[in-house]
């Protein structure tokens, strides 16, 4: 099975900061690789599929990148919307999810 | 307005079973692959089972495998998890959720969630 993990577990920001989250696969994967954002008590949100291409009404502050194994979530200009957790997410005939990253406050 | 709405779960003795619906309306429900994914308190997500649009293709997460099953029946909009053998470690919120497309398998609605609580 493809693993995905995720780093760092925490990352601790300011608000207009530039932040990039990480999400390693332990194999190379296509580019149906997804990335959610979730908020304390919420359902996920998905912010980026096809590894690059933005969800409906997703900020473009938000981009996605990678291929192969390495994939990288980018947030330009970090907003007090933003903190949250972040995962990423491939399909192999089955889905899975990585770990998370906190995206808290500094 | 597209919506996922989940029913169904609450607190349940170790070995009992639940069954899980998940309620579709504003999209045609019959096009699109469905999902459950779930979350224990605290941790991440993890995915529990899918099953295609006309439910000749279904998956299941090893952790589940020969104790849930998953079914949908177009013609009511909805989707369900049998869930037998719990046990605590099948405690969490459980999602359903929505792919894109029979291509794109990324998640782009979800429902509110329902937890289960697998306790004595």
């Known amino acids: 099975d493809i693993v995905l993990t995720q780093s760092p577990a925490t990352l601790s920001v300011s608000p207009g900061e530039r932040v990039t989250l990480a999400c390693r696969t332990s194999?190379?994967?296509?580019?149906?690789f997804a990335w959610y954002q979730q908020k304390p008590g919420q359902a996920p949100r998905l912010l980026i599929y096809?590894?690059?291409t933005r969800a409906t009404g997703i900020p473009d502050r938000f981009s996605g990148s990678g291929s192969g194994t390495e994939f990288t979530l980018t947030i330009s200009g970090l907003q007090s919307e933003d903190f949250a957790v972040y995962y990423c997410?491939?399909?192999?005939?089955?889905?899975?999810f990585g770990g998370g990253t906190k995206v808290e406050m500094k | 307005e597209v919506q996922l709405v989940e029913s169904g779960g609450g607190l349940v003795q170790p070995g009992g079973s639940l069954r899980l619906s998940c309620a579709a309306s504003?999209?045609?429900?019959?096009?699109?692959?469905m999902n459950w994914v779930r979350q224990p308190p605290g941790k991440g997500l993890e995915w529990v089972s899918s099953?295609?649009?006309?439910?000749?293709?279904?998956y299941y997460a090893d952790s589940v495998r020969g104790r849930f099953t998953v079914s949908r029946d177009n013609a009511k909009n909805s989707l369900y998890l049998q869930m037998n053998s719990l046990s605590a470690e099948d405690t969490a919120v459980y999602f359903c959720?929505?792919?894109?497309?029979?291509?794109?398998?990324?998640?782009?609605?979800w429902g509110q969630g329902t937890l289960v609580t697998a306790s004595s």
């Open positions: 959720a929505k792919s894109m497309s029979w291509q794109i398998s990324a998640l782009d609605i």
């Open positions: 504003g999209f045609t429900f019959s096009d699109y692959n």
């Open positions: 099953i295609s649009d006309r439910s000749h293709y279904i």
């Open positions: 194999q190379s994967i296509n580019n149906n």
């Open positions: 096809g590894a690059s």
């Open positions: 997410q491939h399909d192999n005939n089955w889905l899975a």
